[in-house]
DNA sequence: TATCTTGTTGTACTGAATATATTTACGGAT
DNA sequence: ATCCGTAAATATATTCAGTACAACAAGATA
């Protein structure tokens, strides 16, 4: 699975037409990041990003929406398999188990120096808005994704709630993994094992003596 | 717990000192919905409400620190009671059912009439940023009240897994509980038995045949 | 060479959010 | 009544993210 030849508008290498690319999102990513370990994240402004990378304020802004969409490429292009996955579980398999398999085998794209950045940044989240905004982006993406397989497994005649349920509750056991991951420091593995155990607690419920 | 006098500032009948308020927050929430009815969110800027409440632009930042803040005043406000539900539970009921009671609790809130806005234009939050910002900014606050919770109930012996397991899965069943009831239209009557009903299949696990 | 396609640049603009100094309106004390 | 402290409201200026769009550059194609 790993060298999937994607759809990615980037990475084929069939016939491009047109001006060839002068950047990418890695530079600018490197260059971005490179700014919020020197300046942090609200005192670096897209200027910054753009004259370190060497391209033009506008080119920012064909390669991402919005500057805090620089923290999550790798998180996006995990969203992109997300789909595959789920399509490929088979469809006797009861949905939550599916979907914690999806998610597992979504994890595997992040080993131990594969953390995103944003996770081991957390704590700012909180606190600038742009941040905010970008992180429930993709929050939603991925229950939306989660959402509708669980609505179309369970049928038509299943109510609004379930599919709902276990859509938000499978996000909430992959967020809660990927932090405590990725705040276990230089120990952390794979997230693989995060993942898996948060998702078993969850399935088995919380019915225990806790 | 209807007529609790709260410590709200704007609430209090204690002398107050220095120039009478002009304005309130729900001044403000009331001209910027009309606003948003007629003009839509992105369509009304912050200019817009203060002239229709009949203030200066800067008075809207002495209510409210974002444009989005406007959709969340009954949230907000409940999110002060959640504390205390919680801290009034018993110390011998396992954390999951304190929660759950809290969460039901702070449910009883909102009536059938009392449907915070948002909810029913829920659509538009995935696509107006400014929004995502702002709904993200509840979660985080909900959640860590409760992680916090359940962190000190479960003590120190406790991994670190497990209290963001239990914190992000019942804000999921409150958030699940919550769309559905408001999609709910007309039929929909308190929003109490929605989130027991989802809190209680997140107890139960998801171990069934679905 | 002419044309099409696509990436890049420059310019202008909107609007949210911040910062700050100033003014207004009240209660309380002298 | 007059001053004083407090807190609300106002006025003004600035920063910066995000949008829109026209113009240009560099390649492929024919």
Redesign the pocket.
């Known amino acids: 699975m790993s060298p999937t030849p994607e759809a990615d508008?980037e990475a084929t290498t069939q016939?491009?037409?047109?001006?060839?690319?002068?950047?990418?999102r890695d530079v600018l990513e490197d260059a971005a990041c490179e700014l919020f370990i020197e300046k942090g994240y609200?005192?670096?402004?897209?200027?910054?990003i753009?004259q370190r990378a060497?391209?033009?304020?506008?080119?920012f802004?064909?390669?991402?929406?919005?500057?805090?969409?620089v923290f999550w490429v790798h998180v996006d292009d995990s969203l992109a398999h997300l789909s595959a996955h789920l399509a490929a579980t088979s469809p006797e398999a009861p949905v939550m188990h599916a979907i914690s398999e999806a998610l597992t085998a979504v994890a595997q794209d992040f080993g131990p120096r594969k953390v995103p950045w944003i996770l081991t940044q957390y704590p700012i989240i909180g606190s600038v808005?742009?941040l905010q905004?970008?992180a429930l982006t993709r929050l939603i993406s991925y229950t939306e994704i989660l959402r509708a397989f669980a609505a179309t497994r369970l049928g038509p005649a299943a109510d609004d709630l379930t599919p709902r349920l276990m859509a938000y509750s499978a996000i909430s056991a992959l967020v809660a993994a990927a932090q405590t991951w990725a705040t276990a420091g230089s120990s952390r593995g794979s997230l693989v094992p995060y993942v898996e155990s948060a998702m078993a607690s969850f399935i088995r419920g919380f019915n225990g003596e806790n």
């Open positions: 508008p016939v491009r037409r047109g001006r060839p690319r002068v950047s990418s609200a005192g670096t402004t897209i200027d910054h753009t060497g391209v033009s304020r506008g080119t802004f064909n390669y991402f929406t919005a500057k805090g969409d808005h742009e905004a970008s």
